[in-house]
């Protein structure tokens, strides 16, 4: 197995443990069982648990702002209503946490944790600079947009794990009210009731 295949392998594994077991239980051990790769390898390819942990979570990161930036566009279409476009972006991006139990549950477990803070929030910040900026323009100039696109993601993965944990069923209509509770939430924030992006 070459240095990157065995890389991509901790990396996956990591997000599985995390997913299942919990930060706690996620050591070195649990991280390379059942990978044929020694645990010494992991201070080979990364610096320590911690930055392995770290770039595990980047890669669950990455593909979210992907998702993100990948639907905006959908927002600057001049139909249909502004709501309804804000309805097909929503649902691109809850479809893209439902996809996957094990990255949505990982991603929260590690984006709650003190790990976040320590050794990911600026970098996250970064990453997700350029969405706060495409969405500046259609948001009052007193509002806090990073703020505000925050309360979403938090609120969509707060309703994405109930589902996955089935305290909610994965219903058309579950998802349209997790939608109107997002949207009545931060419509007071739009520069104007049509959102004009």
């Known amino acids: ?37 020694n645990e010494g390898y992991i201070y080979r390819l990364f610096s320590d648990k911690e930055d ?28 249909p209503e502004f709501d309804l476009r804000c309805r097909v972006y929503f649902e691109a991006l809850w479809k893209f946490l439902l996809g996957s139990r094990e990255k949505c549950i990982a991603f929260v477990r590690y984006y709650y ?24 323009p259609a ?22 794990v109930m589902v996955h944990n089935e305290q909610m069923p994965r219903e058309d209509h579950y998802s349209e009210h997790v939608f109107r509770v997002i949207y009545a939430s931060v419509k ?4 104007t009731e049509e959102g004009d992006v």
């Not at 948001?139 to 994405?160: G, Q, R, S, T, Y």
């Not at 007071?188 to 520069?191: A, D, N, T, V």
């Open 113 to 136: 944790s003190p790990y976040f803070t320590k050794y990911s929030a600026e970098d996250h910040k970064r990453r997700f600079d350029p969405l706060v900026q495409t969405f500046r």
């Open 139 to 160: 948001f009052k100039d007193e509002a806090d947009v990073w703020m505000i696109l925050n309360h979403i993601l938090h609120v969509m993965l707060a309703f994405a």
């Open 188 to 191: 007071q924030y739009f520069r």
């Open 52 to 79: 392995l942990l770290a770039q595990a979570f980047t890669t669950l990161d990455e593909e979210l702002a992907e998702k993100t930036m990948q639907y905006v566009e959908v927002m600057y279409l001049p139909e």
């Open 1 to 37: 197995m070459s240095p990157q295949d065995m890389r991509e392998t901790l990396l996956a594994r990591a997000v599985t443990v995390i997913a299942t077991e919990g930060l706690d239980k996620t050591t070195t051990k649990a991280i390379t069982t059942g990978t044929g790769i």
